[in-house]
């Protein structure tokens, strides 16, 4: 008995190989596409949420018009808050200085940070911040790290010490961008905003309004709008 293909045998099989390989290439290929796509509407988002969620979570944190200028066009002035000091009871050292329990989303940076004091008047002062130094003391019954500030001015009497640091937010060369006091515009986004198109409004009221548009649709249901109320919040 013979073994083998015969001729057409072997063009039959090579040729059904073929067509399985080209079936398998056509199914990657959609595959890729499809990823692709998911991809880009992921991004398109993000985007979208980050715009509306940092722009958003900045204007509550102050008090509108003190702690905002503007929107001027594409561009945002805030005070970013940082942190919150609770200022210790009992003298300080002098009349520069707070002793505080700080928390907050950064150490501060007296480079670049400035104080928000709340004094017993209940009156908000903003003073510069020269210097800080981490204490072993306590404050009060509280066995939290304090800190000792000592300010540009004196501010008397205290209760309250809100760090903040003066920034601006951005909707310029594609993308939100941040510049905290003179420093270069950092990009917070992916580059798929179109900056003809996109704006921050304000009104009388001292409402804050985006216009947001991307390279691409934001996708229907998305809780991220395309006209927005940022500010007081709908």
């Known amino acids: 008995m013979a073994w083998g293909f015969s001729l057409v045998e072997l063009v039959v099989a090579v040729g059904l190989a073929g067509f399985l390989t080209l079936l398998a290439l056509a199914a990657l290929g959609t595959q890729r596409r499809g990823a692709s796509v998911l991809a880009a509407r992921a991004e398109v988002l993000e985007t979208a949420r980050l715009v ?6 900045e204007l509550r944190a102050g008090v509108s018009p003190r702690d905002q200028v503007g929107p001027q066009g594409d561009s ?30 950064r150490l501060p940076e007296p480079a670049k940070d400035s104080v928000l004091v709340l004094g017993l008047d209940l009156r908000w002062r903003a003073v510069g911040l ?53 420093g270069g515009r950092q990009p917070l986004s992916p580059e798929l905003i179109i900056d003809e ?9 001292g409402a804050v309004r985006l216009r947001l548009e991307l390279r691409h649709p934001i996708p229907r249901g998305s809780p991220f709008a395309t006209d927005a109320t ?4 709908e």
Do not use: I, K
Not at 52 to 57: A, F, P, S
Not at 197 to 205: E, F, K, N, V
């Open 76 to 105: 945002l002035r805030v005070r970013a808050f940082r942190g919150l000091g609770l200022v210790c009871p009992g003298p300080a050292p002098d009349s520069l200085s707070l002793r505080v329990r700080y928390q907050g989303l």
């Open 230 to 233: 940022l500010w007081p919040r």
């Open 130 to 182: 020269e210097s800080r130094v981490v204490e072993t003391s306590s404050c009060g019954a509280a066995l939290e790290p304090v800190e000792l500030w000592r300010l540009s001015e004196p501010v008397g009497a205290a209760a309250l010490a809100r760090l903040f640091e003066n920034g601006v937010y951005m909707l310029q060369a594609r993308a939100l961008r941040y510049r905290s006091g003179f």
């Open 197 to 205: 198109r996109s704006a921050l409004t304000g009104a009388p009221s």
């Open 52 to 57: 509306h969620v940092v722009l958003g979570e």
